[in-house]
């Protein structure tokens, strides 16, 4: 195999708990975890020089060592000592530093697409084990579906399915940095009452009552994000006053999305967002569920 193709998914943080800040400064999460059909499109293709060439549709993104998906390649050709070289075209839909993990997914497929180009041999939960290595939510973006995320994110379960709904993504023009909100979270000092039930949200998801899971959802890093971008609280209302069940920052933010019963209703609110100028990047999306 010469060339591969992969799609990369982005996910979203149906639910976000910090339980503690671990003594190196990473955080022990519950997340629940959910991927969906918003994707980054890459090509891997064997060169015949060697060394890892990156190219992307945004000029600001790095191509060199910086690039996740470089990371990832590197990482496998060094420890299979994989002597030809790779060039790698990456196309951008997710939106970049907007808690939609479009870099982790990135590295990611490229880990996966190196072990299937090389039929190297390494089982998802292999690649899992080196992914970590790049970021906290590359595990998942290499398991994909619905998941219990623990730990700093790497500790993966299973959970059903999210029913079937219609997904709005907004970004307002904005940059994120993750590290700055986890860095001001001051997660050892937050109220009980500041701690969203995730283990209600999985009870919601186990019936299969969309309605209750998004009346449970909920993202501690709210808590952080919105007081510095207040853009983010006025999205979220737009949405509810415009057709959604539930409406919650993804992640570390700024990203905003909204859940919706139908595409009819969700097409709706888009116009609202549109006309309220308040985000850069709008678009919709359903969940992506993976067959087990
Ligand atoms: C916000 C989320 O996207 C929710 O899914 C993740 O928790 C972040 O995952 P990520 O971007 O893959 O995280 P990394 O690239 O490993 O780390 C970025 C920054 O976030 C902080 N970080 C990340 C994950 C975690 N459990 N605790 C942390 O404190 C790290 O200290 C680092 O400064
Ligand atoms: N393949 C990539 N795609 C996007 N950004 C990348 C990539 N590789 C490295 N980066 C760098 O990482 C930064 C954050 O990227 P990314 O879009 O993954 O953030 P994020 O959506 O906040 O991720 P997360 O949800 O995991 O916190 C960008 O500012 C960019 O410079």
């Known amino acids: 195999m010469d060339k591969i193709q992969l799609k990369a998914l982005a996910k979203i ?22 991927t969906i059909g918003l994707h980054d499109d890459l090509e891997i293709r064997k060169t015949k020089t060697p060394g890892i ?9 790095p191509t060199n060592e910086n690039n996740l998906v470089y990371k990832a390649a590197k990482l496998l050709m060094d420890e299979f000592q994989i002597q030809d070289g790779v060039s790698i075209q990456l196309k951008k839909r ?39 290595r790049l970021g906290a939510d590359v595990p998942y973006c290499i398991q994909r579906g619905t998941a219990l995320a623990e730990g700093i994110g790497e500790k993966l379960s299973v959970l059903p399915p999210m029913p079937k709904c219609t997904i709005l993504i907004a970004k307002p023009g904005i940059s994120v940095s993750t590290k700055f909100v986890y860095e ?7 109220k009980p009452e500041q701690h969203p039930d995730v283990d209600s949200m999985i009870e919601a998801m186990r019936q299969k009552d969309l309605g209750l ?9 709210e808590t952080v994000t919105i007081p510095a971008y207040p853009v983010i609280n006025e999205i979220k209302r737009t ?4 057709g959604a069940i539930g409406s919650m920052m993804s992640g570390s933010g700024p990203t905003v999305f909204g859940i919706f019963d139908s595409p009819a209703a969700a097409k709706q609110a888009v116009k609202a967002v549109r006309a309220a100028k308040l985000a850069k990047q709008i678009c919709l999306t359903t969940p992506y569920n ?3």
């Open 213 to 221: 899971l998004c009346s449970r959802m909920g993202n501690v890093l």
């Open 184 to 190: 001001n979270l001051h997660a050892n000092d937050l």
């Open 239 to 242: 949405m509810m006053d415009n």
């Open 13 to 34: 943080n149906l639910g976000l708990d910090v339980l503690r800040r671990r003594e190196d400064g990473y955080h022990e999460v519950k997340m629940i975890m959910q």
């Open 53 to 61: 060439q990156v190219k992307t549709n945004l000029y600001y993104l």
């Open 290 to 292: 993976v067959k087990r």
């Open 94 to 132: 997710i939106p970049v530093a907007a808690g939609m993990a479009g870099g982790s997914s990135d590295g990611a497929a490229v880990l996966w697409g190196i072990n299937q180009m090389y039929g190297l041999g390494l089982s998802m939960q292999a690649l899992m084990e080196r992914g970590v």
